[in-house]
Nanobody, 122 residues
Framework: VQLQASGGGLVQTGDSLRLSCAASGRSLSIYGMGWFRQAPGKEREFVAAISWSGDSTNYKDAVKGRFTISRDNAKNTVYLQMNSLKPEDTAVYYC????????????????WGQGTQVTVSS
């Protein structure tokens, strides 16, 4: 499966962005999906994950209440709605597909998108 992330950009503190992750080559409905991010000089970290059906989600504590992960299996797309953005959210955001549901671990993901840059200015 090929993943294409999009929707990043340069915004100010408090603004919102919606990231999309579109899949091709295979249905996303058989995969747990996740969003991760990587800031310069840091390791890739978990942000949010959603189950195959979309009925279960997990979030990094720092984004709970601000970010929402969702999926539309009919459109083969996963989303990350990011509200109340902060400078510390600045990173390259990656979507991943996993045979596991709701995994926090980078190593659990089999496929990755190319990343989309999110920059939040103060």
């Amino acid at each position: 499966v090929q993943l294409q992330a999009s929707g990043g950009g340069l915004v100010q503190t408090g603004d919102s962005l919606r990231l999309s992750c579109a899949a091709s080559g295979r249905s996303l409905s058989i995969y747990g999906m996740g969003w991760f991010r990587q800031a310069p000089g840091k390791e890739r970290e978990f942000v949010a994950a959603i189950s195959w059906s979309g009925d279960s989600t997990n979030y990094k504590d720092a984004v709970k209440g601000r970010f929402t992960i969702s999926r539309d299996n009919a459109k083969n797309t996963v989303y990350l709605q990011m509200n109340s953005l902060k400078p510390e959210d600045t990173a390259v955001y990656y979507c991943g597909a996993s045979k596991y549901s709701g995994s926090y671990s980078v190593s659990s993901y089999d496929y990755w998108g190319q990343g989309t840059q999110v920059t939040v200015s103060s």
